[in-house]
């Protein structure tokens, strides 16, 4: 699906976290959900605004040199992926990552593009874009699941 099903202006740092946290109290369990975006697009400030949506209130950081963080949650494990330096399949393979791909957990990755056939399809893809005035969020739905997310999601602004 190449159609954007919703698009919002964020202003600045406060309105991506504060987007991340309304998004949270849609997103179900067992969702993959990919985060595109250029260096500095927002997409671990956003990941950030989720995790805090859910309750996590430590420190969130972008896992650029581990790949992967779980953030242990009262009723969900989120896996925040960031496959910026992945170098190739064996080292996924050999990490056991697809293995965080459940019905009891929730997996965001930053860069999928770098993982693409490693990696399951995603139920709802994250496109942040530097704007003049800030940054663009877009959001895609790709199953019927993640289009009533949206709808809620949209309906809560």
């Given amino acids: 699906m190449?159609?954007?099903?919703?698009?919002?202006?964020?202003?600045?740092?406060a309105a991506t976290l504060q987007a991340g946290q309304r998004f949270s109290r849609y997103l179900p369990t067992g969702f993959t959900v990919f985060l595109h975006g250029d260096l500095g697009?927002?997409?671990?400030?956003?990941i950030r605004g989720v995790l805090q949506g859910l309750g996590y209130q430590g420190k969130v950081k972008s896992p650029t040199y581990t790949l992967v963080e779980p953030y242990e949650l009262p009723d969900v494990t989120l896996y925040h992926f960031d496959l910026y330096r992945l170098i190739d399949e064996e080292e996924w393979e050999e990490a056991g990552f697809r293995d965080y791909f459940n019905a009891s957990s929730i997996c965001m990755i930053?860069?999928?593009e770098k993982a693409q056939s490693l990696l399951p399809s995603a139920d709802i893809e994250v496109h942040l874009l530097h704007q003049p005035?800030?940054?663009?969020?877009?959001f895609q739905a790709n199953t019927a699941v993640a289009k009533q997310v949206i709808q809620q999601f949209e309906q809560d602004d």
């Avoid at 697009?41 to 956003?46: D, R």
């Avoid at 005035?133 to 877009?138: A, F, K, L, N, P």
């Fill in 41 to 46: 697009a927002g997409k671990t400030t956003f």
């Fill in 110 to 112: 930053e860069w999928p």
């Fill in 133 to 138: 005035d800030g940054r663009e969020i877009q």
């Fill in 2 to 13: 190449d159609k954007r099903d919703f698009t919002q202006v964020l202003r600045d740092e």
